[in-house]
Structure formats: C-alpha cells, structure tokens
C-alpha cells in the first residue's frame, strides 16, 4: 500500500467515525430541543441531518475498506461538549454552534475544494453525495442561532467559541506537513494534503463563520485572536501561503451559510 493510499483509508476511517458520531449528536439536540422550544423547525431538520450521517457513515467506510483499511462501526458514543456551568439552553446552544456552524460549515468547505479536482473512481460519487447534505446541516445550525439570537442574548458564546475551535482540530495542522503526505495523489483518494486543509479552515473561519457569528450577536475577536497565535506557530514559509489562499478559497463555501 502506498503512502497516500495509507493516508486516505485512515482519513476515510475517521471520517465515518466523526459521522456516526453526528448522526447521534444530532439525534440528541433534536430531542433536547424540541423539549425548550416546540415551535422550532430545527428538530425536524436535525433528525433527518442524523439519517444523512448514518448513510454517509456507512459511505466513508465502503471507501475506507476499498483503500485497504475497514471500519469497524456500530459502537459510536454521543457526550457533551459543552463546558460545565451553561444551563441546558446555553449549552445547547453551544453545542448546535459547534457542531453545525464550525464543524458542518468547515466540512462544506473542505468538500467545496475537494471537489474541484480530479479523483479515482468512486471517490466524486461520495464527496457530491455528502456535499449536498452538509450544506443542509451547516444550515440549521445557523438557523437554531438566528433563532437564539431573538429569544436572548448569546454574547456569552464569544469567549467560548475559542474552546469549539480547539475541539475542531488538531494542533498538528498548524505545524509542517507529515513528510510522506503525497499531495496529487492524496486529493485523488479524496483527501486535502496538509497545507491545502490549514487554507480552507483558515479562509472558512475568516470568511464564513467569524462574519456569521457577529451577524448574531457573537463577537469574534477572541476567536480571531485564537486563530493569530495559531497562524503564528505555523514555520514561516507557511504562514503567507495560508493567509494568502484563505481569502479566495473560501469564497465557494460562503453557500453554507444559506
């Protein structure tokens, strides 16, 4: 097995990991929800957003066991994320941000530029099939907080969004890239390479969700302080490639926000 290919089953493997993940999560908040607030439409969306990710779990696998590399899945646990201290309805909140406004908007982004380019065989089937649904999700993520926003204030996000951040990814994205990643082939297999992955979660946060935060109440400079240090740990040649590629590669995910 090739480097790449290696790589790529081991991606596709956690991603249908993370989806299965979702596909409780959702179901969660769907429930909790519903409990605070009846009239919302947002539950109804999220239960069907909880079949999308059981289906695309099950897809991620099909390509992780075709790379070489099965999934075992089944055994998916759901816990909260939310720090201690919010009441339920915070820390709802918090959660439906974290999951749908960062985390489901980043993975729009990410399949916006994956698939703008060329890939083995059966690989565009399964990035268009989940695009089509994420953007859905990012969505009722930004809908549950335009919702939130009427009913209160949700300024107390703003310092908390950091901690999202942090649980979103690994530090390692902000350090050099793994010597044996292969980057045309990696994006064949359906996989960003290092760097191509640090430009769109930086040109995401910029273009994306900071403005979308602050159009609902949530200010985004301790977030975008976060992300300066962040930038700031990268090697030096890195850092102008992933400010530069951020303003226009996010551009196509702006959809997300609907």
């Known amino acids: 097995m090739t480097s790449a290919r290696r790589v790529a089953a081991e991606a596709w493997g956690f991603r249908a990991r993370v989806e299965e993940e979702a596909a409780l999560r959702f179901d969660g908040l769907a429930t909790t929800i519903a409990g605070f607030d009846a009239a919302s439409p947002v539950p109804a969306l999220m239960r069907r957003a909880a079949e999308d990710e059981r289906r695309h779990a099950g897809l991620c696998a099909g390509l992780a066991e075709q ?10 646990k759901w816990g909260p994320v939310a720090p201690p201290g919010l009441d339920l309805r915070s820390a709802t909140l918090y959660e439906v941000v974290a999951a749908c406004c ?25 990035l268009h099939a989940i695009a089509r649904d994420e953007v859905v999700h990012s969505r009722m993520g930004w809908a549950h907080l335009a919702r939130e926003a009427e009913a209160g204030d949700v300024g107390f996000l703003s310092p908390l969004v950091p901690v999202m951040l942090a649980g979103t990814v690994d530090d390692g994205l902000f350090g050099p890239p793994p010597e044996d990643e292969d980057g045309p082939e990696l994006l064949r297999l359906g996989v960003l390479p290092h760097l ?63």
């Open 102 to 126: 960062i985390t489901e908007t980043e993975s729009m982004s990410v399949l916006t530029t994956l698939l703008d380019e060329e890939h083995a065989p059966g690989i565009r089937e399964v």
């Open 196 to 258: 191509k992955k640090r430009e769109s979660f930086v040109g995401t946060l910029e273009q994306v969700v900071f403005p979308g935060l602050e159009r609902f109440g949530v200010d985004p400079r301790p977030a975008r302080a976060w992300l300066e240090t962040k930038i700031g740990t990268s090697a030096p040649g890195d850092r102008g490639d992933a400010a530069d590629a951020a303003q226009g590669r996010a551009a196509d995910s702006g959809s997300a926000r609907g």
């Open 67 to 76: 790379l070489g590399t099965p999934v075992q899945l089944g055994d998916g």
